[in-house]
């Protein structure tokens, strides 16, 4: 066996030829596998000793063989243990001439497979021992670094050794070579990671815990001082270790730690070695002395070394002078790691430990003409979207009045860092930072006209994103200066051309058509002109560079939208850009541009709302790529000798072009389900044999799945006969049954199950349509199993929610508190949007049937809801009341006043109570008064609109205009058209409708809200009703209500009244003199 085993590592080592790599691994794995395995062991450990050719590779195969610790190993399959002992024994001898660290991992995974049997093998720690007498110091390394590794294992197991580890690592802690004693920081570092057993139980009382970390910090105090830094930052690395596992074990030395890092950043030490020392830093926060008795200490440190830190380097500063970007200037710098500790703080301390020092820190600077405390204050600034959460209007209002005086510092850098963290904070503190738009609009579009190239491309990074956060009232304000930004951007470098089509993509998405016409009139021939010129040079090459990728990426997301908003401009164009969307498909699939791809398909979707006769002869040559790519072998087989044989992966690039294709098919054949009708055999024929390989790929072909029905029925095909086909495999996927009947586990993380059920509702909604139009005999069949699967998804949901919950709060003291926040968090909005989507998926009974609804199916549907109402007392238990409300309110809204009643009487006092548990959750708020409502239009019950309720409903309103994010803005408007109807049942006299009045007027969020308040008191006379009409009519939503079919009685009763009362009216706006309005009510025909 020796010579085919020498053999066969050879070849599989050297080799290139697939094919004779698989056969020679093939060859390995029948070796290792023959029973007994004494020979293989044999001649491996022969091959370690005396090849030095095959050796380390042969180490390596070993140490991973040994590892598995079952009976896959082949030491599992000695027939004798000592004959294992003696080649250990004979591996240790040669390593005493030639010492190796794959052979010492040899041995070490050699002693811990014994361990982990009740065996013990001495003869390691006798070798370890005699060797660190050495006068050799490459010996002496070995035998801690085998000491080491052995030490990784519980403290209960290494106890099975007999051996004083303690004794013999306080030695080689004390030596003088910082390598040696970097092994032993290292074993002392797994004796406490290790130290507790399964039940949390320590073994080695919690003292000597702190004596040995006190030990270990005081040697990497010592090693600071070899100018060679890598010991050190390793050192400090395991105490990096110790703090993110084990902090609560070692909380009395804490206090010394901070002196210990506070010595460093104060120090003349490298930069790489104070960044490890912000990590150890923030490494204690999650300890629970750090809010309480090392709150002081740790502002402090903050003050004193964090703030400080995150001013640039003189080579930072020249790097970016010299044009590097902002990103790969701070990447891995000191700067960077000061500015994740600040963050960090804010986010795991809280907002009263840090906000009050960034807000000194930010005065102070200003106060000074130092440009580098400026980049200093600016970068803490930035920290501050990790506080966005508890940040109040005011909070923002003093970092924005800070930021306004910096950025108007004439300093390139400064007015860089200003513009790049205005780019960040505007989508984290939107809509609270755009309250002050009279001061940021005019400085950044100023700055776009920058000579400094990057000065100016920072600028129309800020604008998109800040502009992107302003309402359409705010956005008209600034309409000429965003355009005359749009021309300058469109006139200079690519990028910034690049940025001015996504600015002026960004306003399609804001403003009206009517508005947006004479922009696109101007700008889009220019743009033409420009696409068409680097289309013209991409057919001169072979493929795209990455600024053209960008510039076009841009380009096609802004026809797309500008076609929506002024299609009649597009019809001179339209064949041009048609015949340039194909050929940036093709190369983008080509090339492997995922998100070009993408972006790409999109935009031809949404040209195909206004174009589909002028794109069919297009749209059958992109089909084309769409099969070729849907047919591609996504498989390739490899083979991995640590997983013992053959592999079946998947390529990503395929897999990711499959996804692009199946998303677009489903949304295309959704939205026009006649498209491809010609096709849909094919498609029909390839989507239900298609065999997903991975998450991503099974959500999009389930969703192309369950998108089937409507263009199926287009094509001419027989509705029933497709469900009957498909339903059974869409069913099986969301309520997986093996042959016995019981349920399989497929979906396996909440993302799945959010994914499953937002495939379903398509299926679900076109389902139900259908079968008003043509009955199904079996449909009670398919409602049944429609149910199951929805009811399995939530219980699954559930299920899988807990276990992560209680998964994560073991590894609590591993992972630490600001990540285990971070995770759940991640699965807090993954179980929100399953629940979202569960309860779309329901809610399609009551919009589809209406009061036409089974009784059977009804009922089912309160049995839900009641099951759902679980109470306020955790975030997932609040999602669920959520979504149950929120049927509730379909429910009021789709069936009989006297069923209505009877189904809200006892969840009413639910409802009220959600409200005084859980005020300051807007989502549960909105929706609360949603329900209310819809509740009271459909019943007129007087005793919902009670005066308790009013009153609280008052006070919930400060609490949301307070608050100023998004969720409490739209909770404001829920609430106010629950006043006025509560207010109509109760017929309130003036001083209540004073009141609300006033509370309207400041309505602003939801257009479908506004036009409920406006049918009200466009329809009864109050005081103030003109001003009233005038802000919510003429305001922000006015092309929005104006032009949308549902608003046609209210649009005419408001022209009645506009009639009567011109006059009035034109007073009103005339002095009002607010711009937006004006310009409004003068295309609704008054003169002002």
């Given at each position: 066996?020796?010579?085919?085993?020498?053999?066969?590592?050879?070849?599989?080592?050297?080799?290139?030829d697939?094919?004779e790599?698989?056969?020679?691994?093939q060859?390995?794995q029948?070796?290792?596998?023959?029973?007994?395995?004494?020979?293989?062991?044999?001649?491996?450990?022969?091959?370690?000793?005396?090849?030095?050719?095959t050796?380390?590779y042969a180490?390596?195969?070993?140490r991973?063989?040994?590892?598995?610790?079952d009976e896959?190993?082949?030491i599992?399959?000695?027939?004798?243990?000592?004959m294992g002992?003696?080649?250990?024994?004979?591996?240790?001898?040669f390593?005493?001439?030639?010492?190796?660290d794959?052979?010492?991992?040899?041995?070490?995974?050699?002693?811990?497979?014994?361990?982990?049997?009740?065996?013990?093998?001495?003869?390691?720690?006798?070798?370890?021992v005699?060797?660190?007498g050495s006068?050799?110091?490459?010996?002496r390394?070995m035998s801690?670094?085998?000491?080491?590794?052995?030490?990784?294992?519980s403290?209960a197991?290494?106890q099975q050794l007999?051996?004083?580890?303690?004794?013999?690592l306080?030695k080689?802690?004390g030596?003088?070579?910082?390598?040696i004693?970097?092994?032993?920081?290292a074993?002392l570092t797994?004796?406490?990671?290790?130290?507790?057993?399964?039940?949390?139980?320590?073994q080695?009382?919690?003292?000597?815990?702190?004596?040995?970390f006190l030990?270990?910090?005081?040697?990497?105090?010592?090693?600071?001082?070899?100018?060679?830094?890598?010991?050190s930052?390793?050192?400090m690395?395991?105490?990096?270790?110790?703090?993110?596992?084990?902090?609560d074990?070692?909380s009395s030395?804490?206090p010394t730690?901070?002196?210990?890092l506070?010595?460093?950043m104060q120090?003349?030490?490298?930069?790489?070695q104070?960044?490890?020392a912000?990590v150890c830093?923030?490494s204690?926060?999650?300890?629970?002395?750090?809010?309480?008795?090392?709150?002081?200490?740790?502002?402090q440190f903050?003050?004193e070394?964090i703030f400080?830190g995150?001013?640039?380097?003189?080579t930072?500063?020249?790097?970016?002078?010299?044009?590097?970007?902002?990103?790969?200037?701070?990447?891995?710098?000191?700067?960077?790691?000061c500015?994740?500790?600040v963050?960090s703080a804010?986010?795991v301390l809280?907002?009263?430990?840090v906000?009050p020092?960034?807000?000194?820190?930010?005065?102070?600077?200003?106060q000074?003409?130092?440009y580098?405390?400026h980049?200093?204050?600016?970068?803490a600034?930035?920290?501050?979207?990790?506080?966005?959460?508890v940040l109040k209007?005011t909070d923002t209002?003093?970092l924005?009045?800070a930021l306004?005086?910096?950025?108007q510092?004439?300093?390139?850098?400064?007015?860089s860092?200003?513009?790049?963290?205005?780019t960040?904070?505007?989508?984290?503190?939107?809509?609270?930072?755009?309250?002050?738009?009279?001061?940021?609009?005019?400085i950044?579009a100023?700055?776009?006209?920058?000579?400094n190239?990057?000065?100016?491309t920072?600028?129309?990074?800020?604008l998109?994103n800040?502009?992107?956060?302003l309402?359409?009232?705010?956005?008209?304000?600034?309409?000429?200066?965003?355009?005359?930004?749009?021309?300058?951007?469109?006139r200079r470098?690519?990028?910034?051309q690049a940025?001015?089509?996504?600015?002026?993509?960004?306003?399609?998405?804001?403003?009206?058509?009517?508005?947006?016409?004479?922009?696109?009139?101007?700008?889009?021939?220019?743009?033409?002109?420009?696409?068409?010129?680097?289309?013209d040079?991409?057919?001169?090459?072979?493929?795209?560079?990455k600024?053209?990728?960008?510039?076009?990426?841009s380009l096609?997301q802004?026809?797309?939208n500008?076609?929506?908003?002024?299609p009649e401009?597009?019809d001179?164009?339209?064949?041009l850009?048609a015949?340039?969307?194909v050929?940036?498909?093709?190369?983008?699939?080509?090339?492997?541009?995922?998100?070009?791809?993408?972006?790409?398909?999109?935009?031809?979707e949404?040209?195909q709302?206004q174009?589909?006769d002028?794109?069919?002869?297009?749209i059958?040559?992109?089909?084309?790529?769409?099969?070729k790519?849907l047919q591609?072998?996504?498989?390739?087989?490899?083979?991995?000798?640590?997983?013992?044989?053959?592999?079946?992966?998947?390529?990503?690039h395929?897999?990711?072009q499959?996804?692009?294709?199946?998303?677009?098919l489903s949304?295309?054949?959704?939205?026009f389900?006649?498209g491809?009708?010609?096709?849909f055999?094919e498609?029909?024929?390839?989507?239900t044999?298609?065999e997903?390989?991975?998450?991503e790929?099974?959500?999009?072909?389930?969703?192309?799945?369950c998108?089937?029905l409507?263009?199926a029925?287009?094509a001419?095909f027989?509705?029933l006969?497709?469900?009957?086909k498909?339903?059974?495999?869409?069913?099986?996927?969301?309520?997986?049954?093996?042959?016995?009947?019981?349920?399989?586990?497929l979906?396996?993380?909440?993302?799945?199950c959010?994914d499953?059920a937002?495939a379903?509702y398509?299926?679900?909604k076109?389902y139900?349509t259908q079968?008003?139009i043509?009955?199904?005999?079996n449909?009670y069949?398919?409602?049944?199993?429609?149910?199951?699967?929805?009811?399995?998804i939530y219980?699954k949901l559930?299920?899988?929610?807990?276990?992560?919950?209680?998964?994560?709060e073991?590894i609590?003291d591993?992972?630490?508190?600001?990540?285990l926040?971070s995770?759940?968090?991640q699965?807090?909005?993954?179980y929100q949007?399953?629940?979202?989507?569960?309860?779309?998926?329901y809610?399609?009974?009551?919009?589809?049937?209406k009061?036409?609804?089974?009784?059977?199916t009804?009922?089912?549907?309160?049995?839900?809801?009641?099951?759902w109402l679980?109470?306020?007392?955790?975030d997932?238990?609040?999602?669920?009341?959520?979504?149950?409300?929120?049927?509730?309110?379909d429910?009021a809204?789709?069936?009989p006043?006297?069923?209505?009643?009877?189904?809200?009487?006892?969840?009413?006092p639910l409802?009220?109570?959600?409200?005084?548990?859980?005020?300051?959750?807007?989502s549960?708020?909105?929706?609360?008064?949603?329900?209310?409502?819809e509740?009271?239009?459909?019943?007129?019950?007087?005793?919902?609109a009670c005066d308790?309720?009013?009153?609280l409903a008052?006070?919930?309103?400060?609490?949301c205009?307070?608050?100023?994010q998004?969720?409490?803005l739209?909770?404001y408007?829920?609430?106010?058209?629950?006043?006025?109807h509560?207010?109509?049942?109760?017929?309130?006299?003036?001083?209540?409708?004073?009141a609300?009045?006033?509370k309207c007027?400041?309505?602003?969020s939801?257009?479908?809200?506004?036009?409920?308040?406006?049918?009200?008191f466009?329809?009864n006379?109050?005081?103030?009703?003109i001003?009233?009409?005038?802000k919510?009519?003429?305001?922000?939503?006015y092309?929005k209500i104006?032009?949308?079919?549902?608003n046609?009685?209210?649009?005419g009763?408001?022209?009645?009244?506009?009639h009567t009362?011109?006059?009035?009216?034109?007073?009103?706006?005339?002095t009002?003199k607010?711009?937006?309005?004006?310009?409004?009510?003068?295309?609704f025909?008054?003169d002002?």
């Open positions: 066996m020796q010579q085919i085993l020498h053999n066969t590592l050879l070849v599989i080592k050297d080799t290139r697939t094919q790599r698989l056969n020679a691994e060859q390995y029948q070796l290792r596998a023959i029973n007994p395995s004494d020979e293989f062991v044999q001649s491996m450990i022969y091959e370690i000793i005396n090849d030095k050719i050796s380390p180490a390596v195969l070993l991973k063989d040994l590892e598995k610790k896959g190993s082949c599992y399959r000695l027939s004798n243990i000592q002992r003696d080649q250990m024994t004979q591996l240790l001898n390593i005493a001439q030639n010492p190796e794959q052979l010492i991992q040899v041995v070490a995974a050699f002693v811990h497979y014994l361990l982990d049997n009740g065996i013990v093998y001495n003869e390691a720690i006798e070798f370890a005699q060797a660190y006068d050799n110091q490459n010996i390394r801690v670094y085998l000491v080491q590794l052995i030490c990784d294992a403290v197991t290494i007999n051996f004083d580890f303690f004794e013999f306080q080689a802690l030596d003088q070579d910082d390598n004693a970097l092994c032993a920081v074993a797994s004796i406490i990671q290790h130290n507790r057993n399964k039940n949390g139980e320590p080695i009382p919690q003292d000597i815990i702190s004596q040995v030990a270990i910090i005081q040697r990497t105090s010592q090693a600071l001082q070899n100018p060679i830094e890598k010991y930052v390793k050192m690395g395991n105490i990096i270790k110790i703090l993110e596992s084990s902090r074990d070692v030395t804490l730690v901070i002196q210990f506070t010595q460093i120090s003349n030490l490298t930069a790489t104070k960044r490890v912000v830093f923030i204690m926060f999650n300890a629970k002395e750090a809010k309480k008795s090392l709150r002081t200490q740790i502002q903050i003050v070394c400080p995150l001013t640039p380097t003189e930072e500063i020249q790097d970016f002078m010299n044009g590097v970007s902002l990103e790969d200037v701070q990447k891995l710098s000191l700067d960077e790691a500015a994740t500790c963050e804010g986010f809280g907002k009263q430990i906000f020092l960034i807000l000194q820190l930010t005065d102070s600077a200003l000074q003409n130092d580098k405390l980049l200093a204050a600016i970068s600034i930035s920290c501050t979207e990790e506080m966005k959460d209007q209002e003093k924005s009045n306004l005086k910096l950025i510092i004439d300093n390139v850098m400064t007015m860092y200003c513009l790049t963290t205005i960040n904070l505007s989508a984290a503190f939107s809509p609270q930072l755009q309250k002050y738009h009279k001061q940021y609009v005019p950044i100023h700055l776009i006209n920058h000579e190239e990057r000065i100016a920072d600028a129309s990074n800020a998109i800040y502009c992107f956060g309402t359409y009232d705010q956005t008209y304000k600034y309409q000429q200066q965003i355009v005359d930004s749009i021309r300058t951007c469109l470098s690519m990028q910034i940025n001015g089509m996504t600015l002026l993509h960004s306003i399609c998405q804001i403003m009206d058509p009517e508005d947006l016409k004479p922009i696109f009139v101007e700008l889009m021939p220019s743009i033409f002109q420009q696409f068409q010129e680097i289309m040079a991409i057919r001169q090459v072979k493929e795209f560079t600024s053209q990728v960008i510039y076009i990426e096609v802004l026809i797309a500008a076609s929506s908003a002024v401009l597009f001179q164009y339209i064949e850009i015949q340039n969307i050929l940036i498909i093709q190369r983008s699939y080509h090339q492997e541009e995922h998100s070009l791809f993408n972006n790409t398909l999109k935009a031809l949404m040209l709302h174009f589909s002028n794109l069919a002869t297009h059958e040559q992109i089909y084309s790529i769409f099969i790519i591609t072998d996504r498989a390739e087989i490899q083979t991995d000798l640590v997983h013992e044989g053959e592999m079946k992966i998947t390529n990503p395929i897999t990711m499959q996804v692009d294709v199946l998303q677009i949304v295309y054949m959704d939205k389900p006649a491809l009708a010609s096709h055999g498609i029909y024929q390839l989507i044999c298609f997903p390989m991975t998450d790929l099974n959500y999009a072909w389930l969703n192309c799945m998108i089937m409507k263009p029925i287009a001419g027989d509705y006969e497709v469900h009957n498909i339903f059974p495999l869409i069913f099986k996927e969301l309520y997986p049954v093996d042959n016995n009947g019981m349920k399989k586990i979906m396996t993380n909440t993302k799945q959010a499953g937002d379903f398509f299926y679900v076109d139900l079968q008003l043509q009955f199904d005999p449909y069949q398919s409602e049944e199993m429609i149910f199951q699967a929805l009811e399995y219980e559930n299920l899988l929610a807990r276990v992560y919950q209680e998964e994560h073991e609590k591993e992972i630490g508190e600001e990540e926040q995770v759940i968090e699965m807090n909005t993954e949007e399953c629940m979202q989507q569960l309860s779309y998926c809610s399609q009974f009551l919009v589809v049937f009061d036409k609804i089974p009784a059977n009804l009922q089912k549907l309160v049995k839900i809801i009641q099951d679980q109470g306020t007392e955790t997932l238990t609040c999602f669920c009341t959520l979504e149950a409300t929120g049927l509730l309110a429910i809204q789709n069936t006043s006297n069923i209505v009643t009877d189904i809200f009487k006892p969840i009413l409802m009220f109570n959600t409200l005084q548990t859980k005020p300051d959750d807007y549960l708020v909105q929706v609360t008064f949603y329900a209310f409502y509740y009271l239009k459909c019943t007129q019950d007087s005793t919902v308790e309720l009013v009153h008052i006070n919930l309103l400060n609490s205009e307070e608050n100023g998004y969720d409490a739209n909770a408007d829920s609430i106010c058209v629950f006043l006025v509560a207010g109509k049942i109760q017929n309130q006299q003036e001083e209540f409708w004073a609300v009045v006033e007027s400041l309505m602003d939801d257009e479908t809200s506004i036009a409920t308040v406006l049918e009200f466009v329809s006379q109050f005081n103030g009703q001003q009233l009409v005038s919510l009519f003429f305001g922000q939503y092309s104006k032009n949308d079919a549902k046609a009685k209210l649009v009763q408001i022209q009645n009244l506009v009362c011109k006059n009035d009216f034109e007073r009103h706006i005339t009002n607010n711009e937006f309005e004006t310009k409004n009510a003068r295309q025909g008054l002002v």
